[in-house]
T-cell receptor, first 113, second 111 residues
Framework: ETGVTQSPTHLIKTRGQQVTLRCSSQ?????VSWYQQALGQGPQFIFQYYREEENGRGNFPPRFSGLQFPNYSSELNVNALELDDSALYLC????????????FGPGTRLTVL | QKEVEQNSGPLSVPEGAIASLNCTYSDRGSQSFFWYRQYSGKSPELIMFIYSNGDKEDGRFTAQLNKASQYVSLLIRDSQPSDSATYLC???????????FGQGTTLQVKP
């Protein structure tokens, strides 16, 4: 157990809908990164948040957005869902002083129909 | 060319043998390298990371880094059936927190 929690565990949406995924970071960690993992692939970096600001973004369209709150928890929002958005969404927390060690939460499995 | 490449496997080894997992990367400026283990249906779990050329040992695991050849490997000694999982290699991109992952190698340890 890493101490990183995510909700919900599973989610089913239809194309065009919007979704919000949530992540609580490990105690003492102030940085949250979000990844998308399609079946059979490695995780792909979406973006990272540090001190409530986006601190790096991967190759994802603007309909993927996020927030970080003062308690370092974070949300990932995806608008206008597409079938290809079906994946496991992972958040990873880390400490700014040891950003190399990113610890993953259990993930949210999103299915878009 | 993919930025981080791994053989998808499966790599099959008998119990007690040494499993060798390999990874190559394209960015010569990469400084930090990571190995994660992912059981089916679960999230990735950090095994170890390495910065410097050479070997780094942690229990039954040894990470090896060769920056000149742009490859990093993970050796698992005395492999156990519980080691059966997908092993993900990741490279930190520049000075950001972005990790670039390979597609993973599936390891099967047969009793």
């Amino acid at each position: 157990e890493t101490g990183v929690t995510q909700s919900p565990t599973h989610l089913i949406k239809t194309r065009g809908q919007q979704v919000t995924l949530r992540c609580s970071s490990q105690s003492g960690h102030n940085t949250v990164s979000w990844y998308q993992q399609a079946l059979g692939q490695g995780p792909q970096f979406i973006f990272q948040y540090y001190r409530e600001e986006e601190n790096g973004r991967g190759n994802f369209p603007p309909r993927f957005s996020g927030l970080q709150f003062p308690n370092y928890s974070s949300e990932l929002n995806v608008n206008a869902l597409e079938l290809d958005d079906s994946a496991l969404y992972l958040c990873a927390s880390s400490s700014r002083t040891s950003d190399n060690e990113q610890f993953f939460g259990p993930g949210t499995r999103l299915t878009v129909l | 060319q993919k930025e981080v490449e791994q053989n998808s496997g499966p790599l099959s080894v008998p119990e007690g043998a040494i499993a060798s997992l390999n990874c190559t990367y394209s960015d010569r400026g990469s400084q930090s390298f990571f190995w994660y283990r992912q059981y089916s249906g679960k999230s990735p779990e950090l095994i170890m990371f390495i910065y410097s050329n050479g070997d780094k040992e942690d229990g039954r695991f040894t990470a090896q880094l060769n920056k000149a050849s742009q490859y990093v490997s993970l050796l698992i000694r005395d492999s156990q059936p519980s080691d059966s999982a997908t092993y993900l290699c990741a490279v930190r991109w520049g000075n950001t927190g972005k990790l670039i992952f390979g597609q993973g190698t599936t390891l099967q340890v047969k009793p």
